[in-house]
């Protein structure tokens, strides 16, 4: 076991761990982050993401020694009240259905937009093409990507 100071959300967490534990356990099981989904433990659905030094990361496989210095937002720090544009976006297209990829879902759109804040339609469906959703509301994310898009930039208000 080591002990390791990690920035989330803007505070600082120490956490007393086995330093091959992914992110994700320990910012579910050690913090009570429980908004970081696991999904399938080996990086192909999206549903872990969170946000290291503002890049869009899989938690489950990030060991906690890797993390280093780096700062981490997870899907309860986007935004304190659900006002990012991302997240405001994905209710007005209505995307939530059973809502378990959402999280990571909104992580990874919310870095993709960070990095590109007026992206074509084939760089959002690229961008978000990692993120699995079972209920398929593939159609409304991508218009979701584009609304934030919109919010970001103040295009098309």
């Excluded at 992110?23 to 946000?51: E, M, N, P, S, Y």
């Excluded at 995307?95 to 339609?121: D, H, I, K, N």
Aim: glycine share 12%; net charge negative.
């Amino acid at each position: 076991m080591s002990t390791f100071s990690l920035k989330i959300n803007g505070s600082e967490h120490q956490v007393s761990v086995d330093g091959s534990t992914p992110l994700l356990w320990v910012l579910r099981d050690h913090l009570g982050l429980v908004g970081t989904k696991f999904g399938c433990g080996i990086g192909q659905c999206g549903a872990c993401t969170v946000h290291l030094e503002g890049r869009a990361v899989r938690s489950c496989l990030l060991p906690v020694a890797q993390v280093g210095e780096g700062e981490i937002t997870t899907i309860e720090g986007l935004s304190e009240d659900g006002s990012h544009p991302v997240q405001a976006a994905w209710l007005e297209a209505d995307v939530p259905q059973c809502g378990y990829c959402q999280a990571g879902q909104l992580m990874t759109a919310s870095a993709f937009l960070a990095e590109t804040p007026r992206p074509s339609r084939d760089e959002i469906k690229g961008a978000m093409h990692g993120n699995v959703c079972r209920c398929a509301a593939y159609s409304r994310i991508n218009l979701a990507v584009e609304l934030a898009s919109k919010k970001i930039t103040g295009d098309g208000k």
